[in-house]
């Protein structure tokens, strides 16, 4: 490495191949503990969510064109979205109810429009300019909405680990001291740690069920599922996009403060925002969750300070080439319930917070009247619905419900457009400061 880890822009030339190699494969491990959880907390196969995320970031890469080093692995945002299909009345052509498992392609299906929502978004910035797009998603809008994303997920934390005390307590400890008291890598893979040592803790109690793993092959095709279309589906995932988009551009920002460089600008928003749009729509198609760029692999930039993309590309090609080991995907399956319960009690709290953060940062005042109206309605709607089964009327013979979450999205945009007072104004240079474009 360069004398006093001076920024590496060209790791081949700079480092060599083998070098370049290691780091790629150390951005996997970043990314894994996170990116795995989501499908085993909805039901989703890792080895497809596995699949989705290298081919994602490959993806995101190309249309970014190899200027943006991130990763795109799976999204927390839309796990509320996933829960609120699964209480769905959908039955199938017989009349029969579907089950949990049966309802996910429909889930992905609301996945596919969410991703289109970012192209669209993306369009929009390149065809009337960002700032007049931003006004209808400002942070009192957006703030709320994730910090509800957060609140309606906290009771299937409790109830996961409520399954196993002492293997939630672990992980959570585990978690908490990693993340306050752990140095370099290990301070940015704390939910990874969490759940290794947890794991091992259940194996030592005897609490990890090997059956399937000793069933599954060595070598296969990451069992793909086709997307399916629902309204009601459709209606509750999409508006979780207005959400991840802030999300999204804040990511890009801080990869962009990182490696010193104006993202936004070049090679700009609308690149990012179609890359992280389409690669989400491909993987809802095929049966994946929605992806968005990890801010533990930004953590690893930061460290390492090696700021080539092909370090991302690398630890893209390897996931990929996990995606098609079974058994591996077994071992991740046979991870305890309440494991998952203690990860996701940390978790789901810190979606919550970093709605409080968007809301702070942005020196939201909730003394007016019309910002404290806004956050009031987004807050009890999404979760008073939520706890109701959330809205179902019919057009036609189309039964559409309207879950909480999409319920709140709605009167939040539309009171921000209607109420007098919108002078929020998108500021990029709250985003990318003084770095200059290259």
Same mark, same amino acid.
């Given at each position: 490495?360069?004398?006093?880890?001076?920024?590496?822009?060209?790791?081949?030339?700079?480092?060599?191949?083998?070098?370049?190699?290691?780091?790629?494969?150390?951005?996997? &491990?970043?990314?894994?503990?996170?990116?795995?959880?989501?499908?085993?907390?909805?039901?989703?196969?890792?080895?497809?969510?596995?699949?989705?995320?290298?081919?994602?970031?490959?993806?995101?890469?190309?249309?970014?064109?190899?200027?943006?080093?991130?990763?795109?692995?799976?999204?927390?945002?839309?796990?509320?979205?996933?829960?609120?299909?699964?209480?769905?009345?959908?039955?199938?052509?017989?009349?029969?109810?579907?089950?949990?498992?049966?309802?996910?392609?429909?889930?992905?299906?609301?996945?596919?429009?969410?991703?289109?929502?970012?192209?669209?978004?993306?369009?929009?910035?390149?065809?009337?300019?960002?700032?007049?797009?931003?006004?209808?998603?400002?942070?009192?809008?957006?703030?709320?909405?994730?910090?509800?994303?957060?609140?309606?997920?906290?009771?299937?934390?409790?109830?996961?680990?409520?399954?196993?005390?002492?293997?939630?307590?672990?992980?959570?400890?585990?978690?908490?001291?990693?993340?306050?008291?752990?140095?370099?890598?290990?301070?940015?893979?704390?939910?990874?740690?969490?759940?290794?040592?947890?794991?091992?803790?259940?194996?030592?109690?005897?609490?990890?069920?090997?059956?399937?793993?000793?069933?599954?092959?060595?070598?296969?095709?990451?069992?793909?599922?086709?997307?399916?279309?629902?309204?009601?589906?459709?209606?509750?995932?999409?508006?979780?996009?207005?959400?991840?988009?802030?999300?999204?551009?804040?990511?890009?920002?801080?990869?962009?403060?990182?490696?010193?460089?104006?993202?936004?600008?070049?090679?700009?928003?609308?690149?990012?925002?179609?890359?992280?749009?389409?690669?989400?729509?491909?993987?809802?198609?095929?049966?994946?969750?929605?992806?968005?760029?990890?801010? =533990?692999?930004?953590?690893?930039?930061?460290?390492?300070?090696?700021?080539?993309?092909?370090?991302? =590309?690398?630890?893209?090609?390897?996931?990929?080439?996990?995606?098609?080991?079974?058994?591996?995907?077994?071992?991740?399956?046979?991870?305890?319930?309440?494991?998952?319960? +203690?990860?996701?009690?940390?978790?789901?709290?810190?979606?919550?917070?970093?709605?409080?953060?968007?809301?702070?940062?942005?020196?939201?005042?909730?003394?007016?009247?019309?910002?404290?109206?806004?956050?009031?309605?987004?807050?009890?709607?999404?979760?008073?619905?939520?706890?109701?089964? +959330?809205?179902? &009327?019919?057009?036609? +013979?189309?039964?559409?419900?309207?879950?909480?979450?999409?319920?709140?999205?709605?009167?939040?945009?539309?009171?921000?457009?209607?109420?007098? +007072?919108?002078?929020?104004?998108?500021?990029?240079?709250?985003?990318?400061?003084?770095?200059?474009?290259?």
């Amino acid at each position: 490495m360069a004398n006093k880890q001076e920024a590496v822009y060209d790791a081949v030339k700079t480092l060599g191949a083998p070098k370049t190699l290691v780091l790629g494969i150390q951005h996997v &491990f970043a990314m894994f503990g996170a990116t795995v959880l989501v499908p085993i907390i909805t039901g989703l196969s890792v080895q497809v969510t596995l699949f989705c995320a290298g081919i994602g970031t490959l993806l995101f890469h190309f249309l970014t064109k190899r200027k943006v080093p991130a990763f795109l692995g799976s999204s927390f945002a839309f796990l509320g979205g996933f829960a609120a299909v699964k209480a769905l009345p959908l039955t199938n052509s017989a009349g029969v109810a579907l089950t949990e498992a049966e309802k996910l392609p429909y889930a992905c299906g609301g996945i596919v429009l969410a991703g289109l929502v970012y192209v669209v978004l993306a369009a929009l910035i390149k065809g009337f300019g960002i700032k007049r797009v931003m006004r209808f998603f400002p942070p009192i809008v957006t703030g709320p909405i994730i910090i509800l994303i957060g609140l309606i997920l906290a009771p299937s934390a409790i109830s996961n680990a409520a399954t196993n005390w002492l293997l939630a307590a672990v992980a959570i400890l585990v978690i908490v001291i990693f993340n306050i008291w752990g140095k370099g890598m290990l301070k940015i893979v704390p939910i990874l740690m969490g759940i290794v040592i947890s794991y091992i803790v259940a194996l030592v109690t005897g609490k990890v069920d090997f059956t399937a793993v000793a069933q599954a092959g060595f070598v296969g095709l990451p069992p793909f599922v086709l997307a399916k279309f629902d309204v009601s589906a459709i209606i509750i995932m999409v508006p979780i996009a207005l959400a991840t988009m802030m999300e999204h551009i804040g990511d890009i920002a801080a990869i962009g403060a990182t490696c010193e460089r104006n993202f936004l600008a070049n090679p700009g928003l609308h690149r990012t925002l179609l890359g992280d749009g389409l690669a989400t729509s491909l993987a809802g198609l095929v049966g994946g969750p929605a992806n968005t760029t990890y801010g =533990e692999n930004t953590g690893v930039l930061a460290l390492t300070k090696v700021y080539d993309p092909i370090v991302m =590309e690398i630890a893209a090609v390897v996931a990929v080439l996990l995606s098609f080991i079974p058994k591996f995907g077994e071992v991740v399956n046979s991870i305890p319930t309440a494991i998952i319960g +203690g990860v996701s009690f940390i978790l789901y709290g810190s979606i919550s917070a970093i709605g409080v953060r968007n809301v702070v940062e942005n020196q939201v005042d909730l003394t007016e009247s019309r910002n404290l109206l806004i956050a009031a309605v987004i807050l009890v709607s999404g979760l008073g619905f939520n706890s109701v089964g +959330g809205i179902t &009327f019919h057009i036609g +013979g189309a039964a559409i419900t309207l879950s909480g979450l999409a319920i709140a999205a709605i009167l939040g945009i539309l009171m921000n457009a209607i109420l007098p +007072g919108n002078d929020y104004v998108f500021n990029e240079e709250e985003y990318v400061g003084d770095i200059a474009v290259p």
